[in-house]
């Protein structure tokens, strides 16, 4: 886990040689957030924020981690691909 600028803790799950997907602990109007976002690195070099993603209310984290875990599962169990 990393710090982002805003120093909130930050996991970085690479997807391509261009863009990686960040997954953050944020705030916005006094609300605690997940925000799932793509990444790319533009022509300046710089990593910048993609219009891809999503932002959940972090009191929903564990009902999105059980669903998560949920079709997990079923992936595993039925063969998919």
């Known amino acids: 886990m990393t710090d982002n600028l805003n120093d909130t803790p930050m996991v970085v799950l690479p997807d391509n040689s261009?863009?990686?997907l960040?997954?953050?602990l944020d705030a916005f109007k006094g609300h605690e957030?997940?925000?799932l976002r793509a990444w790319y690195r533009s022509n300046d070099?710089?990593?910048r924020p993609t219009r891809?993603?999503?932002a959940l209310?972090?009191?929903s984290l564990p009902e999105v981690i059980a669903a998560l875990t949920?079709?997990?599962a079923h992936m595993l169990g039925a063969d998919f691909q």
């Open 33 to 35: 957030l997940v925000n």
């Open 22 to 24: 960040r997954v953050s």
């Open 45 to 47: 070099g710089y990593m």
């Open 52 to 54: 891809k993603g999503v």
């Open 18 to 20: 261009r863009e990686e």
């Open 57 to 59: 209310r972090a009191d």
């Open 70 to 72: 949920e079709l997990h």
